[in-house]
């Protein structure tokens, strides 16, 4: 849980110092964070792959195909869920809310909560960060979470006051358990094989974050979430 707790701690700094104070982060400084944090993120998706493949040469082809074909078939399925649609709607009402919320207004504690609650808890990073927090103690998907929400956590201080503070006890409580249900699946999972299948297939996903974070393209990420359910299956499978 050591991601969740780094993650928790940033989001309480973030809104500390944004409370404290009343400048926003320049425009150059945002750029710049931008860059380290895309560089990071290819790290990380970089680092889950190569730690997921092994064996022959042929065998880490087979991996391979094995991902691109889970992505393929867990996109569809989150298609057809709908997975990208709904947290769409979800960030248009955190939208409304930011732009509905003024400094005087007396129901901002509430909509800072809520709003934030949102943004720092549905998403791809959360579900992916706590897999790996979970299964291999690896905590660079949080890490990188942890300051794109410190960063936000410091902007929506000066509008929601302390709410934001407050948005960090779900954090703490929903990936800690998706955290904790990681490391008791993973005892479940002990052929290197599946847990192999799992992090090729999330690193391929976070290298699309970084896409993301760099505002190259949009990128449907929550529609590829089922791939990391479907990955496991197919390596069970095709053996």
């Known amino acids: 849980m050591t991601g969740t707790l780094i993650n928790t701690a940033a989001i309480l700094i973030g809104g500390f110092v ?5 400048r926003q982060i320049s425009l150059q400084t945002q750029t710049r964070i ?89 998403g791809p990073m959360a579900i992916l960060g706590s897999l790996e927090d979970g299964t291999r103690g690896d905590i660079k998907i ?5 300051a794109l929400d410190g960063l936000a956590a410091m902007g929506f201080a000066a509008t929601f006051g302390r709410g934001v503070l407050l948005a960090a006890l779900p954090v703490l409580a929903y990936q800690g358990t998706l955290t904790l249900l990681a490391h008791a699946l993973a005892a479940h999972l002990d052929e290197p094989l599946l847990l192999g299948s799992i992090r090729v297939t999330g690193g391929l996903v976070v290298l699309c974050i970084m896409v993301v974070i760099l505002d190259v393209r949009k ?21």
């Open 18 to 22: 944004g409370l404290k104070a009343a």
């Open 219 to 239: 990128v449907p990420l929550a529609n590829y979430l089922p791939s990391l359910a479907v990955a496991p299956l197919l390596t069970h499978w095709w053996r």
């Open 142 to 146: 949080l890490a990188i979470k942890s």
């Open 34 to 122: 931008k860059l380290a944090l895309a560089a990071f993120t290819f790290y990380a998706g970089a680092s889950m792959i190569w730690g997921g493949l092994g064996g022959s040469f042929g065998n880490v082809l087979k991996q391979l195909g094995i991902a691109m074909l889970a992505l393929v078939l867990g996109n569809a399925i989150g298609m057809a869920l709908r997975l990208q649609n709904g947290l769409n709607k979800l960030g248009h009402y955190a939208q409304e809310r930011i732009a509905q919320a003024s400094p005087a207004d007396d129901n901002r504690f509430s909509e800072g909560f809520v709003t934030c609650t949102l943004l720092f808890c549905v």
